[in-house]
């Protein structure tokens, strides 16, 4: 998987090096991302000028997915592709690198600094992929969608960079209403167990403990001794809320939970939370600042702390486990 991801990686630099350029000649032209995230800053960067799709959807664990025949067909058929990088999309390394060869293809993640980057041990020495979690640091993957695509589209970059600046302001006010929120759970509480390590970027942004059930990537199983000791930790801290993910089984979650009750400490399921994938197309959710949003909702309310139950915009659809 190394291998492939610095292939992968070289193949970006190559083709930006020898001047592989989209070629736009007609408008709209066709932009394709792996994932929901990637796809949100696409559209809000591209406006009119593009028509943007994205590869795994709703629900779906980029960790463990496998291109198909019509995910290739639309790498090969889109002008650019963006993806998030840093492993999250490992077994797509094979059909990225096809589509370096002879496209345009960029990872959104390429200008976050070495030092910012969490490697934990558990991860084979990778870097966790899970940068969206921490709205200031995604921030700068707009900067990277809009320098791309002012490089491929030269005639409209005044148009990308107004409309990233415009979309990074609202990025800001997001984040601002993170630090608030989380700031307002009693201190002794801000301890966030979740299905994943999905969130260690969130906790470390806007103080919390955060412990995953399973490691980074899904692939991994919690042993019966993890899951001992997180019931331990719940017990001792007497947390009271856990929480699941949309893209990842619950049933470790519900161990935790049977396994609290079992030593007289109750235990709920705080909410449903967006780990690897947004909501539902169409939705508040489905976006990346409802996704983000509704995790700093759900997390600050389900722990002792104060956000109002629709969220920063009022638009929060209640999405429950």
Not at 220 to 247: H, M, N, P, W, Y
């Amino acid at each position: 998987m190394k291998t492939i991801f610095r292939t992968v990686l070289a193949a970006v630099v190559i083709g930006a090096a020898v001047g592989v350029r989209a070629e736009i000649s007609s408008y709209p032209y066709k932009v394709t991302a792996t994932v929901g995230m990637v796809n949100d800053i696409v559209e809000q960067v591209a406006g009119e000028y593009a028509i943007c799709s994205n590869i795994i959807g709703e629900g779906i664990d980029p960790h463990l997915y496998r291109t198909t025949r019509s995910d290739i067909n639309q790498l090969m058929t889109a002008d650019i592709i963006f993806y998030s990088g840093l492993l999250l999309e490992g077994k797509m390394g094979s059909a990225l690198e096809a589509a370096g060869k002879r496209k345009p293809v960029y990872a959104v993640t390429e200008l976050l600094e070495k030092e910012y980057l969490l490697s934990p041990p558990e991860f084979q020495g990778h870097a966790d992929p899970h940068v969206w979690m921490d709205v200031k640091a995604w921030s700068k993957a707009v900067d990277v969608v809009a320098t791309a695509l002012s490089e491929q589209d030269p005639t409209h970059a005044d148009d990308y960079r107004k409309r990233a600046t415009a979309y990074q302001v609202k990025l800001k006010e997001l984040n601002d209403y993170a630090t608030t929120s989380i700031s307002s759970i009693p201190e002794s509480q801000r301890i966030m167990i979740t299905a994943h390590d999905a969130f260690n970027y969130f906790g470390r942004a806007y103080g919390l403990q955060v412990v995953g059930i399973q490691g980074l990537s899904t692939e991994s199983e919690a042993g019966l001794q993890d899951i001992r000791r997180l019931v331990d930790l719940l017990v001792e801290k007497q947390v009271k809320a856990v929480f699941t993910e949309t893209s990842v089984s619950d049933k470790n979650v519900k161990a935790l939970i049977e396994g609290a009750g079992a030593q007289g400490h109750n235990v709920v399921i705080g909410g449903l939370l967006f780990s690897d994938a947004m909501g539902p197309e169409g939705m508040y959710e489905g976006s990346y600042i409802g996704m983000i949003d509704h995790n700093i909702t759900t997390v600050t309310r389900a722990l002792g702390g104060n956000a109002p139950e629709k969220g920063m915009q009022d638009k929060l659809n209640g999405m429950k486990h």
